[in-house]
């Protein structure tokens, strides 16, 4: 029998060491808010999300779909961008909104992370709402995997440290071994919540980022954010061009 996979932590794409990622699988979380967007997006119909590092680039590829094909989204600092059609609020991603659409998407810290993981030799997106489906595409899979935090301006995020603790957790627990320190960390951050003495909701709105987003008014993003396997989708980063797809 091959020996089991290992499960490494970065708890920020610059953290990622120059080519661990080559021959293994990344899991990029950004639950606060773009991963979560995006997998509520791909659940309510849209057809793909484009990432993008940067504002001008979103609109240079928006132009090139028909009328009505593309949608824009995004936030920089945790607010909506000025000529987009929407910010980073999961709930906004619906059905009506997003059927049939490509979605464009630049956010402050999530799109860079998944720009950051191109090296490994898959890339699914993970958030909350598709945790189990994600493990279980990474159970399915064999590879190393990679759970790439996107962190808050450059810092570690309580948010994404503990989903990457969750999916670690549950792989540990199926037989992969801990590729690292962080591994552990994590999976002992997230134990804090399964105890039951703390609702998940509660655990993300006391970081910095869940901190920043009820500052600015938008405390129901925490609640969509914190409802685990609501979507039964695995989310993966396609190339040529970069999108991302619900398998």
Not at 147 to 165: F, H, K, Q, Y
Not at 192 to 215: F, H, M, N
Request: proline share 6%; with cysteine; hydrophobic share 45%.
């Amino acid at each position: 029998m091959p020996p089991a996979p290992d499960v490494f932590v970065h708890f920020l794409p610059t953290h990622i060491p120059s080519g661990a990622l080559s021959g293994g699988l990344a899991v990029v979380v950004d639950v606060l808010r773009a991963t979560t967007s995006m997998i509520h997006a791909l659940a309510s119909g849209a057809e793909s999300i484009r990432p993008c590092g940067e504002i001008d680039e979103a609109f240079r590829l928006a132009a090139e779909f028909p009328q009505g094909r593309a949608i824009l989204g995004g936030e920089r600092q945790g607010l909506p961008i000025d000529g987009f059609d929407f910010g980073n609020s999961p709930a906004s991603y619906d059905e009506a909104a997003c059927r049939g659409k490509t979605v464009i998407m630049t956010t402050t810290n999530g799109t860079r992370a998944i720009l950051a993981s191109l090296d490994a030799d898959r890339v699914f997106i993970a958030a909350f709402p598709n945790r189990s489906a994600t493990v279980a595409a990474l159970r399915a899979d064999r590879r190393p995997a990679h759970l790439v935090c996107s962190g808050t301006d450059g810092r570690i995020s309580l948010e994404d440290a503990t989903l990457a603790g969750s999916l670690a957790s549950s792989l540990l627990a199926q037989g992969y071994r801990s590729g690292n320190d962080e591994a552990e960390i994590a999976a002992g951050l997230w134990s804090g919540v399964t105890s039951g003495a703390e609702p998940l909701a509660d655990r993300l709105a006391r970081g910095r980022g869940g901190r920043r987003v009820r500052s600015i008014g938008l405390g129901a993003d925490l609640e969509d954010a914190s409802r685990i396997d609501r979507f039964p989708i695995v989310a993966e980063l396609y190339r040529d061009p970069l999108r991302i797809v619900a398998l």
